[in-house]
């Protein structure tokens, strides 16, 4: 039995974060991770890998050029899946190496190995042809994450059907692609093999593409998906699934509207389950939510005092950036380190479509359902000079400010950058700015930032006439 003050169960952003802020604090701390390699989703199967493919699916495609010069590029036709997978593999590697220096460098204790709660306080770590270990932890810290929800009616086995883990493992491109599922991941996928100039289906669900966003952006990005050639099939899901043996026989799809799609691989991008099967949590009193998530309370307590959780196996919103922050708390939390003990009031959204699109803070939608009396800002990238250099022209910065005190209560960017862009009305957000500081901000020239005085002026010029 080796003792800890805290115990951590997983190696992701959550992991990290949580057993590097103890150990800054002194304290003694274990990391726990099943698989072989650091990082978990974000580093392995998720956030990094599919943000690289995304760049290399620009870049193979020409496709930033385009806008540019009026040239029709395409897809070099010799690319090859090693070609698109070439960077994803390099930008893994060194995220893992840099997590293990992390680690390392903090005196965190890596214990490769499956691990599951034995008692309170007590973590068994099953390894493979080595007998079981068991540390001791004043404190646990569950951060196991979470991974892609695969409805039955899919054979997962075949090399053509994949979910987001295993679509990096394709052993080639596919001639057509069907996405299951229009959530973050089954867009940015979408945009990304599209990009490639592979058709692609989107088969979603609801009416519309990821309902949190601003109406006017939800449909901007369908618009510009569609541009990029995907063909949106909203309000639908997939009822049969045929999957014939010999590969080079489309696999034949059953929409619940009875279009029948041909198609030559799948990928299913319909949710995620948060990992916490097998690790004992039940048996000691810890409540779990109908998806299996872990509750918690404040400071990302669960029922069980000295047992934390956070990251994607807590839900939404489940993004690397929250995870890590959540961690941070958890650890300021469980041993009164005197910092902060909750999540900012306001977060960013960043998807990674083509065009990308971010947002923090309110939507047109919210405002008017809350009754508070707003006016919206718009500043198109199309007439920003930054904007034209780059050839950005379907871009957009939309701001909204309080009717009254024209207080920044919401900013939404769609196109170039946009995931970098929403940082400075975050800021301004959270410092509780009003539009006096775009107006009074001398920003550099030419750039897309300056957009936000435009996108200011442009509500200045509402309120003077008394529109929305
Ligand atoms: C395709 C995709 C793209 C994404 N893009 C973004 C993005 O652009 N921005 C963003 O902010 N977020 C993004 N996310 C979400 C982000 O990856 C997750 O929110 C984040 O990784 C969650 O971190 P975590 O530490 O909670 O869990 P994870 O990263 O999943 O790590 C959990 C770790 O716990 C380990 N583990 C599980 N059970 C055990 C056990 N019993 N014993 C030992 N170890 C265990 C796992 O092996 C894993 O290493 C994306 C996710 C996906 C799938
Ligand atoms: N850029 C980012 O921040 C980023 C990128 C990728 C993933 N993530 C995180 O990963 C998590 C999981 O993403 P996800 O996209 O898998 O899940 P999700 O829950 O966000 O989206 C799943 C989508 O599939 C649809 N769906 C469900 N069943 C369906 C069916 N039978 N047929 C058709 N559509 C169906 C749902 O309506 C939903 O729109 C998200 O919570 C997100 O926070 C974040």
Redesign the pocket.
């Known amino acids: 039995m080796v003792d800890f003050d805290l115990v951590v169960i997983g190696s992701g952003p959550a992991g990290e974060w949580g057993a590097v802020q103890a150990a800054l604090a002194g304290k003694r701390v274990a990391v726990v991770e099943r698989e072989p390699v650091l990082g978990g989703t974000a580093a392995n199967t998720?956030?990094l890998p599919?943000k690289t493919l995304r760049e290399t699916s620009l870049h193979l495609s020409g496709l930033k050029a385009r806008g540019l010069y009026s040239v029709e590029t395409t897809l070099r036709h010799e690319a090859t899946v090693s070609d698109f997978l070439f960077r994803e593999r390099r930008v893994k590697d060194m995220e893992r190496a840099r997590i293990a220096g992390n680690l390392e460098r903090h005196g965190v204790q890596v214990v490769l190995g499956t691990g599951s709660l034995v008692d309170e306080h007590t973590v068994r770590v099953t390894r493979q042809g080595q007998p079981d270990l068991h540390l001791k932890g004043a404190f646990i810290l569950v951060a196991t994450g979470?991974t892609?929800?695969r409805?039955p009616i899919y054979p997962f086995d075949d090399p053509r059907v994949h979910d987001?883990d295993e679509v990096l493992e394709i052993g080639r491109l596919p001639t057509s692609l069907v996405v299951?599922?229009?959530?973050?991941?089954?867009?940015?996928y979408a945009c990304m093999f599209a990009a490639l100039g592979i058709p692609v289906t989107l088969?979603?669900?609801?009416p519309e593409?990821?309902?949190f966003l601003d109406d006017e952006f939800s449909a901007l990005l369908a618009q510009r998906m569609e541009a990029l050639g995907i063909r949106m099939r909203f309000g639908?899901?997939?009822e049969k699934v045929e999957v014939p043996a010999a590969c080079e026989t489309p696999i034949h799809l059953t929409l619940s509207s009875g279009e029948e799609v041909a198609t030559d691989q799948v990928l299913v991008?319909?949710?995620?389950s948060a990992n916490t099967e097998g690790l004992g949590l039940c048996e000691l009193g810890v409540k779990l939510g109908s998806r299996g998530q872990v509750e918690v309370g404040p400071g990302y307590q669960t029922s069980v005092p000295h047992i934390y959780a956070v990251g994607?196996v807590i839900g939404?919103?489940?993004?690397?950036?929250t995870s890590m922050d959540q961690a941070r708390i958890a650890v300021e939390h469980a041993f009164g380190l005197g910092g902060p003990t909750r999540m900012p009031t306001i977060l960013p959204?960043?998807?990674?479509t083509i065009p990308e699109v971010s947002m923090a803070g309110e939507t047109e939608e919210g405002l008017r359902a809350k009754g508070i009396p707003y006016v919206a800002g718009r500043a198109p990238f199309s007439t920003n000079p930054r904007g034209q250099i780059i050839g950005e022209m379907c871009g957009m910065l939309k701001l909204l400010f309080h009717r009254e005190s024209l207080k920044l209560l919401g900013v939404h960017v769609l196109g170039e950058q946009a995931?970098e862009l929403v940082h400075v009305g975050l800021v301004a957000m959270l410092t509780g700015s009003t539009a006096r500081l775009f107006l009074e901000t001398c920003f550099n020239y030419p750039t897309l930032t300056e957009a936000y005085k435009a996108a200011t002026f442009d509500a200045m010029d509402h309120l003077k006439h008394g529109t929305v």
């Open positions: 998720g956030t599919s979470s892609p929800f409805p987001s299951v599922g229009g959530g973050v991941i089954g867009c940015e088969v979603e669900l609801r593409l990821l309902p639908q899901s997939v991008a319909s949710g995620r994607d939404f919103p489940a993004l690397a950036s959204y960043g998807i990674y995931s």
